[in-house]
Each structure stands twice: as C-alpha cells, then as structure tokens.
C-alpha cells in the first residue's frame, strides 16, 4: 500500500539556519509522482515541486532544494538560510497511478516548521 | 495560471443543518475533482472523486450519505455536507487537474472551514 512518512513533527529553527524536511514513502508503482507543499496559517495549499519518479536529479530553485533517492525511497527537502516567512506546515505527498489514471494524493502527516527570529 | 476557486472560505451553522461548499476550475476544464478533509494539526486526508456527469468515488470509510458530491459540470464540483454535526467541523480542500494534462498537474483551492456549532 501507499504512505508517505514524515517523522519530524515539529521542527524549531534560528533564522538563517539551514534546515532539512524529511520524507519517505512506499510504493508498488513502478511510475509515480511526488510532491511538496506549504501550508501557512491561513490554510491554503502552495505548491512547491513535482517530481516523477523516472527523474532522479535533485533540483535547487533558489532557497530550496530537494534530494530525491530511490534506492532509499526519500524525497528529502532542505531550506537553506531559512526566513521567519518560511515558518509552515510543509507537507509531502505521493500520487498515485499512471498517465493521469490518477490524481489522488497521498500525504505525509507534515512537519510544522518553526523559524525563530 | 490555472486557479481553483472555494467558497464559502468559512462557514459556520448549526448541528443538523446542511452546509454546500463550491469547488470551481476558474479557468481550465476539470473531468476529475478531489475533495479532501483535514483536522486541526493533521494531515490531509482524501475523502472522494468527483466525477463530472457521474457519481463519486467515495474513500472507505466516507459515508457517501453524508458528503454528498455532485459534479455537473467540467468547472464546478459541490461538497455538501448534510445534517451537520459538531464532529464534522474540519478544513475542507478540493483540488483539480485540467483535462488531458499529465499526471499531477494539480491545482488546489483555498481551503472551506467548517464549524458546527
């Protein structure tokens, strides 16, 4: 079966650190897709990155970054010198099926993030 | 970029009456919608799919009765929640792909939060 784990529940940051989200999952598709986003208090879902599973390369877009290994079934997430602005609940998300066969999400329990002033 | 639109955003009423909440693609088509439901400090869970001019595909554990959906067009799906109950106060979030884009390629809406009192 399906399930995307995120063990951080809660993480505590000072500004400026970096800080690494984690996030694992299960799969019996060989074709998958994943996913983060962010989700401040006002509740609305931000869409960070998609990724498929034939495309391992990690990828930076600007603060953030993104580890994708498939040998160890992770999708880890960094942000680097973090901003008060990025504290939110970051959450990570797996879909299901082929082709548009599907595109219902699986998520992750999600981490709230905490960036200190 | 494509959005999708909820409304109400908040909405409160009393135990036992029925509440409907919209889910609209602002400017694609959608065949397919999601309907998901969080708690306070938990994750998304997917509650159906909303087939537009056919019936939803109910998650186990959702009690079709309740969550009515309806999908009557390619741009509109509807959540209704009937005899509402204090236990049903939740973060209600749909999500849309426009027909005929690849696998997900999602759009979330904002989000409806429901209180019962």
């Known amino acids: 079966a399906q399930k995307v784990t995120q063990a951080q529940t809660e993480i505590s940051v000072v500004e400026k650190e970096d800080v690494t989200l984690d996030c694992v999952y299960e799969?019996?598709?060989?074709?998958?897709?994943l996913f983060w986003y962010k989700q401040p208090p006002s509740g609305e879902l931000v869409f960070l990155i998609r990724r498929n599973s034939f495309d391992e390369q990690n990828e930076i877009s600007g603060r953030y970054s993104w580890n994708f290994q498939k040998s160890t079934s992770s999708f880890n997430f960094t942000i680097t010198a973090s901003q008060v602005v990025d504290s939110a609940v970051y959450f990570c998300a797996l879909s299901e099926g082929y082709g548009g066969a599907t595109n219902k999400l699986i998520f992750g329990t999600g981490t709230l993030l905490a960036v200190q002033p | 970029g494509a959005v999708v639109s909820q409304h109400p955003s908040r909405v409160i009423c009393k135990s036992g009456t029925s509440v409907k909440i919209e889910c609209r693609s602002l400017?694609?088509?959608?065949?397919?919608m999601f309907w998901y439901r969080q708690f306070p400090k938990k994750s998304l869970m997917l509650m159906a799919t909303?087939?537009?001019?056919?019936?939803?595909?109910?998650e186990q554990g959702v009690e079709k009765d309740k969550f009515l959906i309806n999908h009557a067009s390619l741009t509109l799906s509807t959540l209704t929640v009937t005899s509402a109950h204090p236990e049903d106060s939740s973060f209600y979030i749909c999500s849309a792909s426009p027909s005929g884009r690849q696998t997900g390629e999602l759009f979330f809406g904002e989000g409806s939060r429901l209180t019962v009192l």
């Open positions: 909303s087939n537009e001019g056919s019936k939803a595909t109910y």
């Open positions: 799969t019996r598709d060989t074709t998958y897709y």
């Open positions: 400017d694609f088509q959608a065949t397919t």
